[in-house]
């Protein structure tokens, strides 16, 4: 749980999910908002699925396609994403590592 406020350095969390071994990695947790970082190296099948909040992804690094239900976009460094709560929605043609940092609405997933 955090405090009243906290700051949090963004390389050191890519850092930190990098070396978790997993592609997503949480660094907040709030009542009504959750944050991590998401990676996907080159070439890498997204297999998340819809989740039951709302989210926003910022992409930090990288580039590549996004589809959410049957629409597609390309996505690169400061692309901006919103995608509301049991969207399906994956990132594919991932031509560069992509590092996206992600904000969940209400928490966020259990697991990612």
């Given amino acids: ?3 009243e406020w906290t700051a949090f350095d963004l390389e050191a969390e890519i850092t930190k999910q990098a070396g978790s ?4 990695r949480e660094f907040l947790r709030v ?4 944050c991590g970082i998401y ?5 890498a099948k997204d297999l998340q699925g819809p989740h039951d909040e709302d ?5 930090i690094r990288g ?9 597609e976009h390309e996505v690169k460094r400061g692309s901006l994403l919103y995608v509301r709560a049991t969207s399906e929605h ?23």
């Fill in 90 to 112: 994956s990132f594919f043609e991932v031509d560069e590592d992509i590092t996206l940092l992600v904000f969940f609405a209400s928490g966020g997933p259990a697991d990612l």
């Fill in 39 to 43: 990676s996907l190296p080159a070439g």
């Fill in 31 to 34: 009542p009504s908002l959750s």
């Fill in 63 to 71: 580039r590549g396609r996004v589809r959410v239900n049957g629409r």
């Fill in 21 to 24: 071994g997993r592609p997503y």
């Fill in 1 to 3: 749980m955090a405090d």
């Fill in 55 to 59: 989210e926003v992804y910022l992409v």
